[in-house]
């Protein structure tokens, strides 16, 4: 069973700049989350994505959009890019929306440093 | 507004010892809290939870205790092993949402001492 993995690993940007991160889900997950982990913070809750569709989203402004794929696969994408998006942006599967459980799993998350 | 509370940055104790992290919530809709341990240069890993109705979780060397009315948490974690030291995260979940986000402390860093 291959587990959550993301891609870049580590990136550098310059302000101003756009970015696209990717996140495959762990096998059999519909359902995929995106956080946000500021240096000495916990994940902060960017949005879900649940069948292609965002059902949820944090306090983040709109420059932060994403996409899922067919094959569950995501894309957060972060326009106009500032000093303090920079952040470990952790990526987290489960199967489904609903249930008694919500374990969700993370993936190794890339580091984005803005400059 | 901080909903979800670790007061302990950090937390230090010997091998073979109780280690013990705390957490305390604010929001009452919170009815699945969840600890994930994290080291350097990983994704947070899922340790162990507990839904609202129950009070206690045990999976092997770690128990989680729920106290509804102080709204509080803990994990002990019995014996404490090198291999535990860790950045430890505190979530919580309001399943009556539709999205199942999880709200998350700032992490307590346990050291545990050979």
């Known amino acids: 069973e291959t587990g959550v993995t993301q891609s870049p690993t580590h990136l550098i940007k310059t302000r101003g700049q756009q970015v696209t991160l990717r996140c495959s889900s762990q096998?059999?997950?519909?359902?995929v989350s995106w956080y946000q982990q500021a240096l000495g913070q916990g994940p902060q809750f960017i949005f879900q994505?649940?069948?292609?569709?965002?059902?949820g989203r944090g306090n983040f402004p709109p420059r932060f959009s994403g996409l899922q794929f067919p094959n569950y696969s995501s894309e957060l994408n972060v326009n106009a890019l500032e000093l303090d998006d920079s952040a470990l942006y952790l990526c987290?599967?489960?199967?489904?929306?609903?249930?008694?459980?919500?374990?969700?799993?993370f993936g190794p998350g890339t580091r984005l440093t803005v400059l | 507004d901080q909903q979800v509370k670790q007061n302990s940055p950090s937390l230090s104790v010997q091998e073979g010892r109780i280690s013990i992290l705390n957490c305390d919530y604010t929001?009452?809709?919170?009815?699945?809290f969840l600890w994930y341990k994290k080291y350097p240069a990983e994704g947070p890993t899922f340790l162990i939870s507990?839904?609202?109705?129950?009070d206690k979780n045990e999976d092997g060397r770690f128990t989680v205790f729920l106290n509804k009315s102080a709204k509080h948490l803990s994990l002990h974690i019995v014996p404490s092993q090198p291999g535990d030291s860790a950045v430890y995260f505190c979530?919580?979940?309001?399943?009556?949402?539709?999205?199942?986000?999880?709200?998350f402390g700032k992490g307590t860093l346990l050291t545990v001492n050979p």
């Open positions: 979530a919580a979940s309001d399943s009556g949402g539709s999205n199942y986000k999880l709200t």
């Open positions: 994505y649940y069948r292609e569709e965002e059902n």
């Open positions: 096998s059999g997950h519909n359902t």
């Open positions: 987290a599967s489960r199967p489904g929306t609903s249930g008694e459980y919500n374990e969700q799993f």
């Open positions: 507990i839904s609202s109705i129950k």
């Open positions: 929001n009452s809709m919170f009815d699945y």
